[in-house]
């Protein structure tokens, strides 16, 4: 048995590549029936089967804001995104780059060069709640959409994005809390 099937192996084959099992043609008379205005009006439009609709972009995978950087969490090289420790978070919400013991960031851009931003970021010096705004000069390198080096007075340090998978449970909710602001819901 094995051996007659290897034998219609060939010819099917070529059948399959001689003329008569090309590609799927499109169906003509469908469209000629549509564009002759003769259509009946209740028929649904013609559609391309096996090309998936686009899925639709959320604010929170588009690079913007302030600076060119996709919105979301971010840690610092060296650090995994599954266990990072507190001082190696930052997170971009297009309006600054907070850590785990500011909010309300607000970056203001003083000079741009190229992919480095000089500014002067404000932020509320605590993890949540009221407190002191403090300013802080910064410069930031923008490597990427998901990398940037962060320079101030006292250290520098690069940073890449976290894919929120990769994240621990209560940076998920930090970044599910994020998109919820982006896409004002």
């Known amino acids: 048995m094995r051996g007659y099937l290897l034998a219609l192996l060939p010819a099917a084959l070529l059948a399959a590549c001689d ?38 972009e959320s604010i929170a995978d588009r690079p913007g804001g302030v600076l060119p950087l ?38 203001q851009i003083l000079s741009h060069d190229g992919e480095r931003y000089t500014l002067d970021q404000s932020c509320i010096d605590t993890a949540a709640g009221d407190g002191p705004r403090t300013t802080e000069r910064q410069v930031i390198s923008v490597a990427d959409a998901l990398t940037f080096t962060l320079a101030t007075d006292r250290y520098s340090a690069r940073f890449r994005f976290c894919p929120p998978r990769e994240l621990p449970g209560f940076l998920q909710t930090r970044y599910a809390e994020l998109l919820r602001s982006l896409e004002g819901t």
């Open 19 to 56: 003329g008569g099992a090309g590609p799927p043609q499109p169906n003509t008379e469908a469209a000629d029936v549509q564009n002759s205005g003769t259509a009946d009006s209740a028929a649904p439009p013609s559609t391309t089967v096996g090309e998936p609709e686009p899925p639709e």
């Open 70 to 107: 996709k919105p979301g969490i971010y840690v610092q090289e060296g650090a995994t995104c599954g266990d990072p420790p507190n001082a190696a978070i930052r997170v971009y919400d297009g309006s600054g780059l907070s850590g785990s013991a500011t909010h309300a960031c607000r970056a």
